[in-house]
């Protein structure tokens, strides 16, 4: 099945949209928000920020609210807000995922009509635990 459009959103989108859950902001603020948040690890460059500006724009997701000088303004839609809450949630179920696996509550089984070799059961008999989660 092909994926929606902005079914998940990348790192630039979703600390757009993070910027605008804290208010109204021009693009300068949003990528110096982007940056300081992430203590510099996410830099949105000017073309990134005026393309997700358009696209989130189009797709109402922001709306422009005001204009002074050569500065755009802009502010979360309710639809903007449901999509960073919603990847907000994809992002926890992520984390969740990888601290089970680290901890060895999964394990792969066999797909219908397949049975496991000696490659999965070996596998299934190696602890995840034995490889951690990087800390962040």
Do not use: W
């Amino acid at each position: 099945m092909p994926k929606q459009a902005l079914e998940s959103l990348t790192e630039s989108m979703f600390y757009l949209l993070m910027a605008l859950t804290q208010g109204e902001r021009c693009g300068t603020e949003i990528t110096a928000f982007a940056a300081e948040i992430t203590a510099g690890r996410v830099k949105i460059g000017p073309a990134t920020l005026y393309t997700l500006l358009g696209k989130f724009e189009k797709e109402g997701l922001i709306a422009e609210t005001s204009v002074l000088g050569c500065k755009r303004y802009y502010q979360i839609t309710p639809a903007g807000r449901a999509a960073y809450t919603a990847e907000c949630t994809r992002l926890q179920l992520c984390l969740q995922n990888a601290a089970a696996a680290a901890q060895g509550a999964f394990a792969p089984a066999a797909l219908p009509g397949k049975e496991l070799d000696d490659h999965d059961q070996s596998t299934l008999q190696t602890p995840l635990a034995a490889h951690p989660l990087p800390t962040v």
